[in-house]
C-alpha cells in the first residue's frame, strides 16, 4: 500500500518561504514521476510542479516558475517544494502525488492528505 505524507504546511506572511515535504516511507521512488498539486477554496485541483524519474526534467505552473523549486532525494523516499516569495493567492491545500508508470510519464494514482499552506498579505 502506498501512503504519501506531507509535512511542512503553515502560515507565512507574503514574500515569506516554507518549504513542503513528501515522504513515501520504505517505498523505492526512483523509477516514478513526482508532483505537486494544490487546491484553493472553491476551485479544483491545479498542477503546481512535477520532476520526471531521473530528476534531470522539472516542470511548473506558470504561476509559480521561479519562485518554486521541487526537488527529490530518492534514498529518503521523500521530495520536496520549496516556495519563496510567496503571495497570498499561493494560499491552498498542497498534495503530493506519485507516478503509476516506472521511467515514464503515466498518471498521478497516489495521493497524499494534503497540508495547509496560507499566505498573509
Known amino acids: 500500500q502506498v501512503q504519501l505524507v506531507e509535512s511542512g504546511g503553515g502560515l507565512v506572511q507574503a514574500g515569506g518561504s516554507l518549504r513542503l515535504s513528501c515522504s513515501a516511507s520504505g517505498l523505492d521512488i526512483s523509477p516514478y514521476n513526482l508532483g505537486w498539486f494544490r487546491q484553493a477554496p472553491g476551485k479544483k485541483r491545479d498542477f503546481v510542479a512535477d520532476?520526471?524519474?531521473?530528476?534531470?526534467?522539472?516542470r511548473y505552473a506558470d504561476s509559480v516558475t521561479g519562485r518554486f523549486t521541487i526537488s527529490r532525494d530518492n534514498a529518503k523516499s521523500t521530495w520536496y517544494l520549496q516556495m519563496n516569495s510567496l503571495k497570498p493567492e499561493d494560499t491552498a491545500v498542497y498534495y503530493c502525488?506519485?507516478?503509476?508508470?516506472?521511467?515514464?510519464?503515466?498518471?498521478?494514482?497516489?495521493w497524499g492528505q494534503g497540508t495547509q499552506v496560507t499566505v498573509s498579505p
Open positions: 502525488a506519485k507516478g503509476d508508470t516506472q521511467y515514464a510519464a503515466g498518471s498521478y494514482k497516489y
Open positions: 520532476i520526471n524519474w531521473s530528476g534531470t526534467k522539472p
